[in-house]
């Protein structure tokens, strides 16, 4: 029963096990109730008939005479047992010839001299009746009670007969159910069985097995789940595996470097102070470029891993605009690039953490500037309304393909670009811009510039 196709077995078996138990029950009582009810009624109608013919042709005479001398007249028509009972409750006649002798008057018969009809069902000489009680009336007078008396064996018979019937179409329903209820859980339990089989295989590592999809329905789209879920981790795969390649090759430059000049200042030869203090120079500036790859890496970590938390303060926005033009301006003046800083005046101070601010734009600019030529620009703009920050970084550089633009946020995206770095920049900045419940838009042309926005709500709730 642990499986799902004894569970829904089991379920279905219980449901329709109970609703044919409980419409066996209701049908059964109907017929008998019917039935019970139809005898009833028609000793109710031959008693009343025979009764009000007493009291019409027969009542100038005594009871007893009657019983003497007209003993089957007024109930001749009747198949039933018939008694006749005088005023005391005593039984002056009886169609079957014997005359019973009770110590009481039956319940019917008390009902039927106290001007009421009686009715009683139980058992008379070892045979199930029903039987039904009249009074007999003389000059508006109670003289006695006219008793019909009529087996139920018949209708017994009838009601066991319906039973058997009945309980055979109930015993068929329920194999029929059974049946489908196994068919039934079959049609789930096969297709979620080749998908959990898909499953076991991708959780050993086979992400290029598919699940096969049979119909549109939930298993379909768990199957269709699955498959999208091996597709992106492959995918995933070749970007971590091009990102370590890229990483690899990126360390070896200035690691090949350091260590050539580290060579070479050891030879006597190369011991002049000039070539010492290129040597040094170099070793001191690759140096840098590492630790800056390895705290870039670090900080992606970081952040993927949820340790990173934003310390927000106020920042003045014009004094960090500021500090990011006159950082990046003489790279720009140097490679012959137009870089400007524009922002309106009395701009004002923002709730937000400085430092993961100033790493968003810094890192945003780095691309624009890497990807810009001589002679382009890199704009820098900053604008605000009631509810946001708008932050515009535009480039009139190389462009990103539109089927590179959806996958340049992706973790270890590394562009085709041979100024594409180790691919986790882009998304250092999507990750602290979505810390800070803003938003990061990228628009692009080929050889027509990228445009970038950073989008961040003035109202923001530094618990979190």
């Known amino acids: 029963m642990k499986g799902i ?49 007493y009291s019409r042709y027969y009542s100038e005479t005594s009871l007893e005479d009657n019983v003497l001398y007209n003993v089957d007249a007024f109930w001749n028509q009747s198949n039933a047992r018939v008694e006749i009972i005088d005023r005391e409750g005593k039984i002056v006649m009886d169609s079957l010839g014997t005359i019973p002798s009770p110590e009481e008057p039956a319940e019917d018969i008390q009902a039927a001299l106290n001007d009421r009809i009686g009715e ?80 076991e295989r991708m959780a050993e590592g086979n992400f290029h097995i598919r699940s096969k999809k049979k119909q549109d329905d939930e298993i379909g789209k768990l199957t269709d789940t699955l498959n999208y879920m091996a597709d992106e981790i492959v995918k995933k795969e070749k970007l971590k595996n091009d990102f370590i390649s890229s990483v690899s090759h990126e360390l070896r430059t200035p690691l090949t470097s350091i260590m050539g000049w580290a060579i070479t200042l050891q030879s006597e030869k190369f011991q002049q102070k000039e070539t010492l203090n290129d040597g040094l120079g170099i070793i001191a500036k690759e140096s840098e470029r590492l630790t800056q790859m390895v705290e870039g890496m670090l900080d992606f970590s970081k952040f993927i891993s949820g340790i990173i938390r934003l310390e927000y303060e106020t920042v003045n926005l014009t004094e960090l605009l500021e500090h990011i033009r006159i950082q990046l301006m003489p790279r720009a003046v140097r490679e012959n690039i137009s870089f400007t800083v524009d922002y309106p005046e009395n701009l004002p101070e923002m709730q937000s953490d400085a430092n993961r601010l100033k790493q968003v734009f810094i890192n945003i600019l780095d691309n624009a500037l890497n990807f810009t030529d001589s002679g382009g620009f890199v704009r820098f703009q900053t604008k605000t309304d009631e509810k946001e920050y708008i932050f515009i970084i535009e480039d009139s550089g190389c462009g990103i393909a539109s089927e590179e633009l959806p996958m340049i946020k992706e973790k270890f995206y590394k562009g085709k670009s041979s100024h594409s770095q180790n691919g986790i920049g882009l998304s250092i900045c999507e990750e602290i811009v979505t810390m800070m419940k803003g938003r990061l838009e990228i628009s692009s042309e080929v050889n027509i510039g990228t445009v970038v926005t950073v989008i961040l709500p003035r109202e923001v709730d530094s618990n979190g």
């Open 5 to 53: 196709r004894g569970r829904l077995t089991a379920s279905f078996m219980i449901v329709i096990l109970i609703s044919v138990i409980f419409l066996e029950i209701l049908l059964i009582y109907t017929v008998q109730q019917n039935n019970y009810g139809s005898l009833k009624g028609n000793l109710v109608s031959q008693v009343k008939i025979s009764a009000d013919m």
């Open 120 to 199: 009683w069902a139980g058992r008379l000489n070892g045979q199930k009746v029903i039987a039904v009680s009249y009074p007999l009336k003389s000059s508006g007078e109670i003289v006695g009670a006219l008793r019909f008396i009529a087996s139920t064996e018949s209708i017994d018979k009838d009601i066991r007969n319906t039973m058997k019937v009945f309980i055979a179409i109930g015993l068929f329903v329920v194999l029929s159910v059974g049946l489908l209820s196994i068919f039934l859980a079959n049609s789930i339990l096969v297709p979620l069985r080749e998908v959990i089989t898909a499953a």
